[in-house]
């Protein structure tokens, strides 16, 4: 199929950028998005053109790193999927198509459709772990039980890959998600209990200070989230730090 | 850093908004109850109606829930905007496209256009009401008209121990009125009696003016849309932002939310509508 794209262009952080126009033909509908860009960039590097600069890595749906806005969405069109996993025949011949990259004053753009994410970074850094030796000494994992129901959903809040389709889907480009994913996949265990208290107050402030915005409860987040995070984990966040910050 | 924490950061800006937003809805409650009265028409319903008014303007319950009222109002209005021009900083550069219907209901996008309106109607709503209640030299007083036995319909005021003073006795300057709703023996200058301020006359002659009475109650049933909208999300959104959220009872939170944001706005604007249409 044919398709026409209009892509965010810039040259780096201080670059104005805007959108610029490109066609493409006999893009197959068995193609990954990401796919679709590199036969682009094959052209554009064929023709001495400046290749557009885009995220990605695993190209399996797992590491997060892939991103795009496409036709107004986080990740494209289609639901549950990362935009390395998202596939052309989501898409008609002769569409057009809008790529953007995720805006957020806490994902500046470094250079096309490349943003930079480290923000994620210092929120996890400031409370996404738990304290535990593990030189030699490791307890066995089963000797602690848990319930099966909290085990379940620890791991569902878990697979949160920090790609930030919740941050670029939200109106307010609130990190509330990511951040009660990461907060609930510890809150629900007994080895995240023990710094609890300090690691949702330090994670929230943490948010804050990158210039996050706040939580209207739209709910775009999980609509757009590859991995179905639950805005669940955003209320346990909700009262975890409520009652965190009476302490 | 705890108590910092639940004053400034932005998730306890959406604790406060979620308290007093409730409250708000508590409220709206009382006072769509009370107003409902205004549904029924006749001396005696204007009656009930006043004396219900007076009951609120004058029982000190009453006063100390109107004042967390107003500074609910306040504190849920300046807390909004504080957070929506935080929220709008978060993203100073938008996209090109953004299809927001892909994924968001529209009046979780807009809860503060639809907040800045209500400010608006709630202003209004206390000029055209509360002001006068509280301020107007000249607000009427209830009257009612009885037969005294001898055929001829005489104007009585009523009184708030419940007797009734000859209208006749304020025109011929036997009683004065003063402190707007206070008769006084015009000679000795002692308090007679208290009379009722007719409320219900107010109401029912503001939506009836010839020259606005229509208009007005378009604006009010309008208002009450705009009011049905940022329930319609906000409801739901309260228990949220509190952390109230369990897959066992979101079903019966969601649906009674929709329910009140449907229906308390629908009662509150049948009131101007019938008043102008029907009465
Ligand atoms: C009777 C009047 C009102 C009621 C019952 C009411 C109720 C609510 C409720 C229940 C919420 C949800 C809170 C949450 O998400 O946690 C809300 C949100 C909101 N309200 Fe109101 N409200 C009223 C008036 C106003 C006014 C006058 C404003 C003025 C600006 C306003 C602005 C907002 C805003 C901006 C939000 C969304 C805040 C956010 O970004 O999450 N509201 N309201
Ligand atoms: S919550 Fe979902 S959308 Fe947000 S970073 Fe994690 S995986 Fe991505
Ligand atoms: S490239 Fe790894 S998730 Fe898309």
Same mark, same amino acid.
């Given at each position: 199929m044919n398709l026409k794209l209009k892509i965010w262009r810039q040259k780096d952080a201080r670059d104005q950028g805007r959108m610029v126009d490109y066609n493409i033909s006999d893009v197959s509908p068995d193609m990954s998005f990401l796919e679709m860009l590199d036969v682009l960039n094959e052209d554009l590097n064929n023709k001495g053109e400046d290749p557009v600069a885009f995220d990605h890595d695993c190209r399996e749906g797992i590491c997060g790193m892939c991103s795009l806005y496409i036709n107004g969405e986080a990740h494209g069109p289609d639901r549950g999927v990362t935009t390395c996993q998202l596939h052309m025949r989501k898409f008609k011949d002769g569409d057009t198509i809008y790529i953007e990259p995720f805006r957020a004053k806490a994902f500046p753009v470094i250079k096309d459709l490349v943003v930079d994410r480290t923000s994620f970074d210092r929120i996890q850094q400031a409370g996404g772990f738990i304290s535990v030796n593990t030189s030699g000494n490791?307890? =066995?994992?089963?000797?602690?039980?848990?319930?099966?129901?909290?085990? =379940?959903?620890?791991? =569902?809040?878990?697979?949160?890959?920090?790609?930030g389709a919740c941050v670029a889907s939200c109106k307010n480009a609130s990190a509330m998600l990511f951040v009660s994913a990461k907060v609930s996949q510890f809150a629900l265990l007994p080895q995240g209990r023990v710094e609890a208290t300090e690691r949702?107050?330090?994670?929230?402030?943490?948010?804050?200070?990158?210039?996050?915005?706040?939580?209207?409860?739209?709910?775009?987040?999980?609509?757009?989230?590859?991995?179905?995070?639950?805005?669940?984990?955003?209320? @346990?966040?909700? @009262?975890?730090?409520l009652v965190a910050s009476m302490k | 850093m705890a108590k910092s924490a639940l004053l400034k950061s932005s998730l306890a800006k959406k604790y406060w908004m979620a308290l007093t937003g409730l409250f708000l809805c508590l409220f709206l409650v009382g006072h769509l109850l009370g107003n409902l009265?205004?549904?029924?028409?006749?001396?005696?319903?204007?009656?009930?109606?006043?004396?219900?008014?007076?009951?609120?303007?004058?029982?000190?319950?009453?006063?100390?829930?109107?004042? !967390?009222?107003?500074?609910?109002?306040?504190?849920?209005?300046?807390?909004?905007?504080?957070?929506?021009?935080?929220?709008?900083?978060a993203r100073p550069k938008g996209y090109v496209k953004n299809n927001a219907a892909a994924n968001t209901i529209w009046a979780s996008r807009n809860m503060a256009v639809l907040g800045t309106l209500i400010l608006v109607f709630i202003v209004t709503h206390m000029v055209n009401f509360w002001s006068r209640m509280h301020f107007d030299e000249n607000i009427p007083l209830q009257t !009612?008209?009885?037969?005294?036995?001898?055929?001829?319909?005489?104007?009585?005021?009523?009184?708030?121990?419940?007797?009734? !003073?000859?209208?006749?006795?304020v025109e011929d300057g036997t009683l004065e009125i003063r402190n707007r709703t206070d008769f006084y023996d015009a000679r000795a200058g002692v308090k007679y009696k208290e009379?009722?301020?007719?409320?219900?006359?107010?109401?029912?002659?503001?939506?009836?003016?010839p020259d606005y009475g229509l208009i007005a109650t378009i604006l009010y049933a309008l208002a009450m849309l705009v009011l049905a909208f940022h329930l319609y999300h906000g409801f739901g959104s309260a228990f949220q932002s509190m952390g109230l959220n369990n897959p066992s009872y979101n079903g019966l939170i969601k649906n009674f939310g929709k329910a009140f944001a449907i229906v308390v706005p629908l009662m509150f604007a049948l009131i101007p509508l019938y008043i102008h249409f029907i009465l």
């Open positions: 490791t307890q =066995d994992a089963n000797a602690i039980p848990i319930k099966k129901h909290n085990a =379940d959903l620890s791991f =569902d809040a878990a697979t949160c890959i920090g790609c949702v107050l330090n994670m929230v402030k943490k948010m804050d200070e990158e210039g996050f915005g706040a939580c209207t409860n739209t709910g775009a987040c999980e609509v757009e989230c590859p991995k179905g995070i639950s805005l669940e984990n955003i209320a @346990r966040m909700n @009262r975890e730090y | 009265q205004l549904l029924a028409s006749g001396d005696e319903a204007a009656l009930h109606f006043n004396e219900y008014a007076f009951f609120m303007t004058t029982n000190p319950g009453v006063k100390i829930l109107s004042y !967390v009222t107003y500074f609910s109002i306040l504190f849920h209005a300046i807390d909004g905007i504080v957070l929506t021009i935080q929220n709008r900083k !009612v008209s009885i037969d005294a036995g001898d055929g001829i319909q005489q104007e009585f005021y009523i009184t708030t121990d419940g007797s009734y !003073v000859p209208k006749k006795q009379g009722y301020k007719d409320l219900y006359k107010i109401t029912v002659d503001f939506f009836k003016n």
